[in-house]
């Protein structure tokens, strides 16, 4: 296992397209805007999307992550397999523009950068994500840390695979074959161009303001149905004694579900969701469940920056847990009416 790891950055540039594409789904956004706690009508009633100038409904910000999980997936079980446990520590979404129920995805999957750092492997996936007319609707880069055998509990991978769901190596075949890779996706410019309709309006918004805070709460019953709204079934997130073998004080929230909530934090303050351009988080602590009781989570943010003249401006999120800041740095783009 520990040798895989040290040969990966060779792998620097390992591309592929997934072999199907994913196809949006009205009751599939309902679910994760329910596993995400975000309750904006354009997530849910296709009357509010409309009001917004939406097709469909709108899918919430970090959604596109339930389709690269299933894209991922070839990379972490043949590239990545030499690692005993991946851990999460930056995302990124860049938006061009929204996704939207009937968008039909097709999944370019890049092994984009290799660090070493502290004696770790720090791995950086691109997921771009082009839709039937061959545009870039959004893209993804997830950065996370490869741990080996020797830097988790010995029996942590034979643990893993005692108690993972079963099937999850099971693959289907597309209906339309996505088309090939040779040619390379445009960037669609929607995003920037659309007119967005927020609540909140450039001209009354300065540096220095000030979001309405959140608490959301968490229970072991959101990260069982975040798991498997998700496809992220990793058993530290569940699993008591995973969680123990892996190093973790009891079992965590996935860090892709808070990120989830910081969104929604950010999306409730704007008003249309389909305002944000750029969501990007560094995850520096995690936010532990308890069995018996909820954990929170608590968001505050402020305006960082406005660029009048390009009629956008730059949130940062705070976002902390039991008192401490599970965010090492947070901030949004968004575009304001």
């Known amino acids: 296992m520990v040798e895989a790891a ?24 309902r679910e994760y805007a329910r596993a995400v ?3 904006h009508p354009a997530h849910w009633s296709e009357d509010a999307a409309a009001e917004l100038g939406y097709r469909g409904l709108i899918a919430p910000t970090t959604f596109i992550s339930t389709v690269a999980m299933l894209a991922n997936r070839k990379l972490l079980e043949t590239v990545l397999a030499g690692y005993a446990v991946i851990v999460q520590t ?17 999944s370019d999957v890049e092994l984009s950068s290799v660090r070493r750092i502290g004696g770790k492997d720090l791995l950086t996936i691109t997921n771009t994500f082009s839709d039937r007319a061959g545009e870039v609707a959004q893209v ?8 080996t055998s020797e830097d988790v509990a ?10 993972i769901m079963s099937g999850l190596g099971t693959t289907t075949v597309a209906d339309e074959p996505p088309t090939g890779a040779a040619e390379e996706p445009r960037l669609s410019p929607e995003s920037r161009t659309r007119t967005p309709r927020t609540a909140i309006r450039l001209s009354e918004v300065a540096a220095g303001d000030e979001l309405p805070a959140r608490t959301v709460q968490l229970t072991r019953g959101d990260l069982v149905n975040y798991a498997g709204v998700s496809g992220d079934a990793n058993p530290i997130h569940w699993h008591n004694g995973i969680a123990a073998l ?9 860090g892709m579900l808070t990120m989830g909530l910081g969104a929604g934090f950010v999306t409730g303050w704007l008003g249309d969701p389909g305002a944000v351009l750029r969501y990007g988080v560094r995850l520096s602590n995690y936010t ?15 305006v960082k920056s406005v660029d009048a003249e390009a009629g956008t401006a730059v949130v940062v999120i705070i976002a902390k847990s039991a008192g401490r800041k599970i965010f090492g740095l947070a901030t949004a783009e968004v575009r304001l009416a």
Do not use: C, N
């Not at 892996?246 to 996935?254: E, M, N, Q, S, T």
């Open 6 to 29: 040290f040969d990966v950055a060779g792998l620097v540039g390992y591309r592929y397209r997934a072999d199907d594409f994913y196809e949006v789904g009205r009751e599939k956004i």
């Open 37 to 39: 706690q975000d309750f």
């Open 90 to 106: 930056d995302q990124v979404f860049e938006m061009h523009r929204p996704v939207l129920t009937g968008d039909r995805l097709v």
């Open 140 to 147: 993804m880069h997830t950065t996370v840390v490869g741990l």
């Open 154 to 163: 010995a029996d942590v991978s034979g643990a893993i695979e005692r108690v």
């Open 246 to 254: 892996a190093g973790l004080p009891d079992v965590i929230a996935h």
């Open 288 to 302: 532990v469940i308890e069995a018996l009781e909820a954990g929170t989570v608590e968001f505050t943010g402020r």
